[in-house]
Nanobody, 122 residues
Framework: QVQLVESGGGLVQAGGSLRLSCAASGSIFSINHMGWYRQHSGKQRELVAAITNGGNTNYADSVKGRFTISRDNAKNTVYLQMNSLKPEDTAVYYC????????????????WGQGTQVTVSS
């Protein structure tokens, strides 16, 4: 199994910044995709940003130019730097990865973190 532990959420004023971190641990052979999703109250979970192990990134239009995703492959950790935060960024943010276990080579599964609340006040 893979455990994803997120940190860095909290309360911030509009225009401020937060940095989310997510560390993956377990019997990991490899991780390809790592990403951040968010879920607004009463809505479906949506992609915020994703990054491959080669460094290719993808962003939701609503966060382009404000958020930056990065990863440290040696630490199996992904980060989300969020700048110029807006009240509409308020949501629970979830870390996600697609990983291959040492005990299940060739099988790639999706894993989720427990979520961290980000609240942006106006």
């Amino acid at each position: 199994q893979v455990q994803l532990v997120e940190s860095g959420g909290g309360l911030v004023q509009a225009g401020g910044s937060l940095r989310l971190s997510c560390a993956a641990s377990g019997s990991i052979f490899s991780i390809n995709h790592m990403g951040w999703y968010r879920q607004h109250s009463g809505k479906q979970r949506e992609l915020v940003a994703a990054i491959t192990n080669g460094g290719n990134t993808n962003y939701a239009d609503s966060v382009k130019g404000r958020f930056t995703i990065s990863r440290d492959n040696a630490k199996n950790t992904v980060y989300l730097q969020m700048n110029s935060l807006k009240p509409e960024d308020t949501a629970v943010y979830y870390c996600n990865c697609i990983a291959e276990l040492t005990t299940a080579r060739g099988v790639h599964r999706v894993y989720w973190g427990q979520g961290t609340q980000v609240t942006v006040s106006s």
